[in-house]
């Protein structure tokens, strides 16, 4: 297939070569070479990080220079609930941030397979309740997470839900998997170009995360009831299997009544974003993230940035 975004076929080069090589690697080594990889990228500049702790759970705060004062995002990292950390995630989140004007905090939640769920959901739901205890206010907090980190994104809200807490401003889901089956329509439809992610992987993966447990609506958030969850900016990418999860979230969203926004992003790969640094595009991404943001915590695009 020929591509029109000049980056598209550098970046699925270096991805092929990248998946041969991690196949060598245990998980504790593929975790150390991910975030090797990941936190040489520079921080967005002007942001300061405060290293914090959210009852056990390891956590970081990122403010950026344009940030407003009371304004928050909570992001959680993706990495097949395997890999990713705060290292993996700093750059992208010091971006997100910036775009959005916002203080950003990151967590270092628990890993499978050692930790299974509900580990990463319980320790997402402390960190949302700190995040307000600081004084942040729900309705000027945006929760996100791309990939892995998007389903635990969604099954904190619903944990919100369950805890009758104050629902976020905003969820914003970047190429989030949503369903622990590899049965879904974009997994026959799209899985040959996927350079990223096969039904084998995911499967993997969804039984490393279960740890034996059956699947349920907090981990494939796709078959929760999402009534009562805030407006949402979903984007993904074309070429990627999971493709399915985020646009039968948005429709069940959508028929709950939710304001959704789904961008699926022509020839991108998953999680383009994060991986700004080879994929142009991903910029764009961010910052129509971080508009969508300012738009739900109420700041006018007018504003000086």
């Known amino acids: 297939m020929t591509y029109k975004d000049p980056d598209v076929a550098k970046f699925r080069e270096i991805w092929k070569q990248r998946q041969a090589a991690r196949g060598q690697l245990t998980v504790a080594e593929q975790r150390e070479a991910f975030d090797l990889q990941m936190s040489a990228i520079p921080l967005a500049p002007n ?3 405060e290293t914090l702790n959210f009852d056990g759970v390891p956590a970081e705060q990122i403010t950026p220079a344009n940030a407003i004062a009371g304004k928050a995002l909570l992001y959680l990292h993706g990495g097949g609930h395997m890999f990713g950390s705060i290292k993996s995630h700093r750059s992208f989140v010091s971006r997100l941030a910036t775009a959005g004007h916002v203080t950003a905090f990151h967590i270092d939640y628990r890993l499978a397979p050692e930790n299974p769920y509900p580990a990463a959901v319980e320790d997402a739901l402390k960190a949302y309740r700190r995040i307000l205890a600081m004084g942040f206010a729900a309705d000027n907090l945006i929760v996100g997470g791309e990939s892995a980190g998007g389903n635990l994104a969604a099954a904190l809200l619903l944990k919100v839900r369950e805890e009758k807490l104050p629902q976020p401003a905003g969820l914003y889901l970047l190429s989030p998997w949503l369903d622990m089956t590899s049965t879904a329509e974009s997994y026959q439809k799209v899985g040959s170009r996927d350079p990223m992610i096969t039904r084998d992987g995911i499967d993997l993966v969804a039984k490393a995360y279960l740890g034996g447990q059956a699947d349920n ?8 009831d999402p009534s009562g969850l805030p407006p949402m900016l979903i ?26 926004r789904l961008h699926v992003a022509p020839e991108m790969p998953h999680a383009f974003p994060l991986f700004h640094f080879m994929l142009r595009a991903g910029l764009a991404a961010i910052d129509e993230a971080g508009d969508w943001m300012r738009q739900r915590l109420g700041e006018k695009l007018s504003a000086a940035a």
Do not use: H, K, W, Y
């Open 47 to 49: 942001c300061a990080t």
């Open 235 to 260: 984007q993904v990418g074309s070429e990627e299997v999971l493709l399915s999860d985020s646009i039968t979230f948005a429709n069940n969203a959508a028929m709950a009544g939710i304001e959704v």
């Open 217 to 224: 609506a907090f981990t494939s958030p796709v078959r929760a």
